[in-house]
């Protein structure tokens, strides 16, 4: 069974440039989590979808990032415009159902001088 | 505002001896608690996954969940140095309607297996 997909996996941005994040999650699985992992903390999550609806975004900053899951499958995160505090790993989750275990993919590591 | 509490360590821990590691909750009604691992520059992998109070054990792994205290731990048993890594707990909470919340990590604890 194949994971979950991220793209890319490193970028170098400067502040108040744009940038985008691909996901796709495991095949059948309806909920995806877009989390941030600042260095040594642990995953923030910044929004949850179900199939294609968002299902909680109270700590997405959406004044400067958004996210959408077309047709319930891929999802893309985009931040505009960058500060130097959005440094930080971005990692994709999918579930099979709700409350049960994430699986997460590789990450995109984002770095903004 | 949900938390979740950790010693981030780091956990010092012979080779072949029990590591234990703890974890706290906030919110009384978390219904779903997992152990992730995660290798340093690498993503987090999920270790175990414990829904009601008891042990449950799976290899040398062993999860345990306290609801009343709100505890849940992770044992490791005869601990390997490819054990070393951050472990983070994480909790979720089922709503009546049937949907969840995701999953609210804690921040993580850092456990050395000493050769």
């Known amino acids: 069974e194949a994971g979950v997909a991220q793209s890319p996996r490193y970028k170098i941005i400067e502040k108040r440039q744009s940038v985008a994040f691909w996901c796709n999650p495991i095949s059948g699985h309806a909920t995806l989590y877009w989390y941030q992992q600042i260095l040594g903390q642990g995953p923030k999550l910044l929004i949850q979808f179900q199939n294609n609806g968002v299902v909680d975004d109270s700590q997405l900053p959406k004044d400067r990032f958004s996210a959408e899951r077309l047709k319930g499958v891929d999802s893309t995160l985009k931040i505009q415009p960058a500060k130097l505090e959005d440094s930080a790993v971005y990692l994709c989750a999918s579930s099979p159902r709700v409350g049960t275990e994430a699986f997460f993919g590789q990450g995109t590591r984002l770095t903004v001088v | 505002q949900k938390e979740v509490e950790q010693n981030s360590g780091p956990l010092s821990v012979p080779e072949g001896a029990i590591a234990s590691l703890n974890c706290t909750y906030s919110d009384r009604g978390s219904q779903s608690f997992f152990w992730y691992r995660q290798y340093s520059g690498k993503s987090p992998e999920l270790i175990m996954s414990?829904?009601?109070?008891g042990d449950k054990e799976d290899g040398r792994f062993t999860a345990q969940l306290n609801k009343a205290s709100q505890y849940v731990s992770l044992l490791i048993r005869d601990s390997q140095p490819s054990d070393s890594a951050t472990y983070l707990c994480a909790v979720n909470m089922m709503y009546s309607g049937g949907g969840a919340d995701g999953l609210t990590f804690g921040k993580g604890t850092h456990l050395i297996i000493q050769p």
């Open positions: 414990i829904y009601s109070n």
